[in-house]
T-cell receptor, first 111, second 113 residues
């Protein structure tokens, strides 16, 4: 049930764009996105719900393709503060409706 | 202060001892969760609670016990600590089970020697 994230790691220069993908083998109710800096707690970024509703961050966008069971997080004009590990979490429709996290994508932004 | 707090921040315990990690939130969120985070495994759900006196198992519940007598508190107890339970433990709370974002506490780094 664990979603698969790609890439596992990415290194960018400040100002460049990044896309992080999250894929599930099952139909989804929702996809969550979180960012975690080293030694800190994960911080909620946004949630995408079945049916198209989104809740969350103003400066970060994401898409949710329900048919493909995929979500992508878009970080545009990246800033140094965007560095960290990004986790997606998914809730599948069939079975226990628990939030299960992916392995994470480590994003490094260099000046 | 409003928020979600965990204690202790760091804990070293010996194999076989019982240890309790505390979690307290001030928002009156219905849902509370315990996750453990290990290198190579990401965040894995141990237990969760939908309300006071309602708890359920997550992905990795073995060796752990939870209780929730009050909405604001959700302690996690390791009944007989093992080295494999060395990890960083995060508590989280939310308005909903899966349709609202989770707010995480600062975490407890537990080392079992």
């Amino acid at each position: 049930q664990q979603p698969v994230q790609s890439p596992q790691a990415v290194i960018l220069r400040e100002g460049e764009d990044a896309v992080i993908n999250c894929s599930s083998s099952k139909a989804l109710y929702s996809v969550h996105w979180y960012r975690q800096k080293h030694g800190e707690a994960p911080v909620f970024l946004m949630i995408l719900l079945k049916g198209g509703e989104q809740k969350g961050h103003d400066k970060i966008s994401a898409s949710f393709n329900e048919k493909k069971q995929q979500s992508s997080l878009y970080l545009t004009a990246s800033q140094l503060s965007y560095s960290g590990t990004y986790f997606c979490g998914t809730v599948i429709i069939q079975g226990a409706q628990k939030l299960v996290f992916g392995q994470g994508t480590r994003l490094t932004i260099n000046p | 202060d409003a928020g979600i707090t965990q204690s202790p921040r760091y804990k070293i315990t010996e194999t076989g001892r019982q240890v309790t990690l505390m979690c307290h939130q001030t928002w009156s969120h219905s849902y509370m969760f315990w996750y453990r985070q290990d290198l190579g495994h990401g965040l894995r759900l141990i237990y969760y609670s939908a309300a006071a006196d309602i708890t359920d198992k997550g992905e990795v519940p073995d060796g752990y016990v939870v209780s929730r007598s009050k909405t604001e508190n959700f302690p996690l107890t390791l009944e007989s600590a093992t080295r494999s339970q060395t990890s960083v433990y995060f508590c989280a709370s939310s308005v909903g089970e899966w349709d609202y974002g989770y707010t995480f506490g600062s975490g407890t780094r537990l080392t079992v020697v």
